[in-house]
Nanobody, 117 residues
Framework: QVQLVESGGGLVQAGGSLRLSCAASRSIFSFRTMGWYRQAPGKQRELVAAITITRGGSTNYADSVKGRFTISRDNAKNTVYLQMNSLKPEDTAVYFC?????????WGQGTQVTVSS
């Protein structure tokens, strides 16, 4: 079992920045990937960014956030971060942390990000 705890969400004005953190309950060295998803009201959950853990830290981003968001990891702290810059009102959503461990998917409880115009 893996517990994921997100933090760092909040209310920010358009153009501002936030950094989300996702702390895992155990070492992430054996994880395949970790990522951030988001879900806005009335919309499906979508991938925002992902990073591989076991194979060199390659990253993948949704087109809508490329150049603005950066995903990173700190293996020693068992934590993945999402640095979000130049935030837009359309980035408003609940952001969820995800971890792929062997054949299982684990999710955090989500953290709200609200961007005002």
């Amino acid at each position: 079992q893996v517990q994921l705890v997100e933090s760092g969400g909040g209310l920010v004005q358009a153009g501002g920045s936030l950094r989300l953190s996702c702390a895992a309950s155990r070492s992430i060295f054996s994880f395949r990937t970790m990522g951030w998803y988001r879900q806005a009201p009335g919309k499906q959950r979508e991938l925002v960014a992902a990073i591989t853990i076991t194979r060199g830290g390659s990253t993948n981003y949704a087109d809508s956030v490329k150049g603005r968001f950066t995903i990173s990891r700190d293996n020693a702290k068992n934590t993945v971060y999402l640095q979000m810059n130049s935030l837009k009102p359309e980035d408003t959503a609940v952001y969820f942390c995800n971890a792929e461990v062997l054949l299982n998917d684990y999710w955090g409880q989500g953290t709200q990000v609200t961007v005002s115009s």
